[in-house]
């Protein structure tokens, strides 16, 4: 026998929970002095363990002092009525994720040649799909919880959902011209999603490729200037609010990349600068820009899902300034994705990475948007630029001033395969004695089925973090809440859905997949009271096994 068929059958056939782990799903409640559940707030005292380093300048030696903070999060309990105001709303990120939202309300069932009952599922989703662990059993086992479950969260199904686009069409048509669901799905969804029909893009064919002219049949006029376009905006958020009586609501960029805008002092650099340079109609100011400061003005948290420079440094002052969340840039979604996994293992393994050249080709408008070679520079920074930190995190493998590894990116636009996404990778290095060791690989994805979760995890993440804040010090907060204050607005814990993220001042940028991920559940662990996640267990490890020690 040379297979593994009888593992297999056997594997196939075991109840799940029989590995050593399982999956609670009756919801996570933390016994402790140093948490409360309040009627209206989760409070936790946490203590905060880091270190600083010092390095000597003559000698290289570095001096580790272990810190000691105590942080109080205070957490509202209560999920505010939440809309999703996607900007590019009939592209395919948004009328997937739309599509999968109304099947999941209706409870679709659909056929495909593969599987004749598929059900709406949120599979690629870290806060529907993805587990927590919270601690070993009596028996030794480890239980997780659905990540949603650690602190309250909202719902999909709860978003009130809309946005903008240049395009009129509906978002039944968006479906059918993405072409990302099964034709058994879009039948169906059609007569939920025919009046589902975006507002009005404002729309700059200056920032965009001349081959997206022909699809911008619904914009604003073009001779309105650029702070009537802010201030239409505005008012289609608070009509949006007010129609689906929402209490909060998220923007997220996931229209196509545009060019870089140009940063310049007294353009662009200060809330005031930006504000002056829209009244004046300056040149510079992109359509997403306008998107970012009217969500801010309106309160909105606002995420930038493509490469461009959205949120210049006025953006962000607004953004500081107001107490309004920001998170950038770039989805990071597939093959960007895999780069900061696999580099991480093989780095992390001691290997040293020499060359990565990444190629990938699909049909879909994004690409064709990217054909433009202005339009790509953007996109082309952001993946070569997800690697930095891993690479920088090694002076043995690289020593300042050595080669970094040499990073070829390709994209092509095929328009036959439409979304359907095929990426081909190969990571030469050096392993033990400069032996070369190659690895290739090849994905098939629907680009817009991986990009949906991420844009409904960001909005459901936003609505959360910002009912989180906080207190440091060891004496317990003022009862009436008054020493508390919000995360800062640049949210960097979701850096894990970014490829180049957005950090605040002074926090170094964080790339490794795992590290990112580690940083959303420690955060919600945290708020929770709970240490962060160890596998050290000592307590199975430090057992004596010569009997009791005097």
């Known amino acids: ?178 072409g990302v669901f099964e034709p058994d799905l879009r039948r169906q969804l059609r007569p939920l999603t025919a009046d589902m029909v975006p507002m009005r893009g404002a729309y700059d064919p200056a920032f965009i490729a001349d081959n997206q002219a022909p699809r911008a049949d619904h914009v604003m006029p073009a001779e309105w200037t650029k702070q009537q376009r802010l201030d239409a905006l505005r008012s289609d958020i608070v009509a949006f609010k007010a129609a689906n009586d929402v209490e909060f609501a998220v923007v997220v960029w996931t229209a196509n990349s545009e060019r870089y805008a140009e940063e310049r002092s007294g353009l662009n650099d200060t809330a005031d600068a930006l504000l002056a340079a829209i009244a004046r109609n300056e040149a510079e100011v992109s359509p997403s820009t306008l998107y970012a400061v009217a969500a801010i003005l309106e309160g909105c948290p606002f995420v930038n899902g493509s490469p461009q420079n959205t949120l210049v440094a006025g953006a962000v002052d607004l953004a500081t300034r107001s107490g309004v969340a920001v998170v950038g840039d770039d989805f990071k979604s597939g093959q960007t994705k895999m780069k900061s996994v696999l580099v991480d293992y093989l780095i992390g393994c001691g290997v040293k990475v020499k060359t990565m050249v990444t190629y990938n080709h699909l049909g879909n408008n994004d690409m064709y948007q990217l054909t433009d070679g202005v339009m790509w520079k953007p996109k082309s920074a952001a993946k070569s630029r997800v690697i930095d930190d891993i690479v920088d995190g090694n002076g043995l493998l690289y020593p300042p001033g050595t080669t970094r590894p040499d990073h070829v990116v390709v994209v092509k636009y095929v328009p036959f395969l439409g979304d359907s996404k095929r990426d081909v990778s190969e990571y030469t290095s050096e392993a033990f004695m400069d032996a070369h060791y190659t690895s290739v690989m090849h994905n098939t994805c629907l680009d817009s089925a991986l990009c949906a979760p991420l844009i409904l995890d960001l909005a459901l993440l936003a609505e959360l973090l910002t009912r989180i804040d906080f207190a440091v010090g060891d004496a317990s907060p003022a009862a009436d809440g008054a020493t508390y204050q919000p995360l800062h607005p640049v949210l960097s814990v979701l850096s894990f859905y970014m490829k180049i993220p957005r950090t605040p001042p002074g926090e170094p940028i964080v790339n490794s997949l795992a590290r990112q991920r580690a940083a959303v559940e420690n955060l919600l662990r945290a708020c929770v009271g709970l240490p962060p996640e160890s596998d050290l267990l000592l307590e199975t490890k430090c057992v004596p096994v010569m009997g009791e020690t005097a």
């Open 1 to 178: 026998m040379t297979d593994n068929d009888a593992s297999r059958l056997r594997a196939s056939t075991a109840p799940s929970g029989g590995g050593g782990g399982y999956t609670a799903l009756g919801g996570l409640h933390v016994d402790s002095p140093d948490v409360e559940y309040g009627g209206d707030h989760i409070t936790a005292r946490y203590e905060y363990r880091s270190t600083t380093a010092a390095v000597d300048a003559t000698t290289g030696r570095v001096t580790a002092t272990p810190r000691s903070t105590v942080y109080h999060f205070r957490t509202n309990t209560r999920v505010r009525r939440t809309g999703l105001l996607q900007v590019g709303w009939g592209g395919g990120n948004g009328s997937t994720l739309t599509g999968a939202i109304v099947a999941s309300r209706a409870n679709l069932t659909w056929a495909s040649r593969a599987q004749a009952d598929h059900k709406p599922n949120y599979k690629g989703s870290l806060t529907q799909a993805a587990t927590v662990r919270v601690g070993l059993d009596a028996q030794g086992a480890a239980v997780t919880v659905p990540l949603r479950e650690v602190l309250p969260m909202g719902t999909p199904e709860a978003l009130a959902l809309g946005g903008w686009d240049i395009s009129g069409a509906s978002l039944a048509d968006a479906a059918d011209r993405a």
